[in-house]
């Protein structure tokens, strides 16, 4: 039983990488587009996303958010 579960993971790491190229190379098909055309577009619009995500994490921090809370507190109050 164990070199059953054994093979069966070993099967499935082996097959996520194969059904990822499978989905880019229908993608890159049905948009007539190249395959490295489509993987690069997809890496540049993460590297955007990521990028968006980052930004806004900054400005939406709860710790600073609290910090801002605080300073105008403090400005009202005087």
Do not use: D, Y
Not at 19 to 38: D, F, G, Q, S
Not at 65 to 78: A, D, G, K, Y
């Amino acid at each position: 039983m164990n070199t059953f579960s054994q093979s069966r993971t070993f099967s499935l790491a082996s097959i996520i990488p194969w059904l990822l190229n499978l989905a880019t190379r229908m993608l890159a098909r049905i948009l007539n587009m190249p395959e490295p055309l489509v993987h690069n577009t997809g890496v540049f619009v993460f590297a955007h996303v990521q990028t968006i995500e980052n930004s806004v994490g900054k400005t939406l921090c709860p710790m600073r958010l609290l910090r801002q809370l605080r300073n105008r507190r403090r400005q009202s109050s005087r």
